[in-house]
């Protein structure tokens, strides 16, 4: 599979993943407590920074950034249509922010850091029997990883699409990359219970 992180030396790389997580939290609820476009604007402004600031390349982040941008680009649209001008803007800097932010603390954090840190962070809820602390380390990895392959599946149907003189439209890429990454987590799955992780976990529940 390929992967998100980078590997760098900027001032992001060096802090610990706990922390990194915890700064994206509180962007993210600073995004949402505000509809200022001043301070979202500044806030959009900043997140680009940050993101230039690894050292990626514009090239490089236009490829890595443009599926979730067009995601983001019809969500405000819709959004400008059926609200506002203004509810539409609102939704265009806090999702570009988020976003930039988000892609920030992954490029700069390798999966399996990630999964340790979310295991730790999630070792109250385990006690309180309400989940498996392993489990959601594991689930926030398996996302993480899966975000890479499917912008490169989409990229490899565009270029056979292109290769065979057909337009790319939405219509004819969705349901083969649907059924590519299906089947991917099939295999995945398949994996995880060949290596008895699941069934570890029945064992120490008996």
């Known amino acids: 599979m390929n ?10 790389h060096r802090l610990p993943p706990g922390l990194k997580l915890l700064l994206l939290l509180a962007v993210s609820l600073a995004l949402f407590l505000t509809r200022s476009p001043l301070f979202l604007g500044g806030a959009a402004a900043a997140g680009v920074l940050l993101y230039a600031s690894l050292g990626i390349g514009w090239r490089q982040s236009w490829i890595r950034l443009r599926p979730i941008l067009l995601t983001i680009a019809i969500v405000a649209l819709a959004t400008l249509l059926l609200e506002s001008v203004e509810d539409g803007m609102v939704a265009l800097l806090r999702l570009t922010t988020l976003m930039l932010v988000a892609a920030a603390v992954t490029a700069t954090t390798p999966v399996g850091a990630f999964i340790d840190a979310v295991t730790r962070a999630a070792l109250p809820l385990e006690k309180l029997g309400l989940v498996r602390a392993s489990d959601i380390g594991l689930a926030v990895g398996l996302v993480i990883r899966f975000v890479p392959e499917v912008i490169s599946r989409y990229q490899a149907l565009r270029t056979a699409h292109q290769a065979r003189g057909l337009k790319v439209r939405p219509t004819t890429m969705i349901v083969p990359l649907i059924i590519q990454t299906l089947k991917s987590a099939d295999e995945i799955a398949a994996a995880i219970d060949a290596r008895g992780i699941r069934g570890q976990k029945r064992q120490r529940k008996s």
């Open 3 to 12: 992967s998100l992180y980078v590997e760098g030396d900027s001032f992001l």
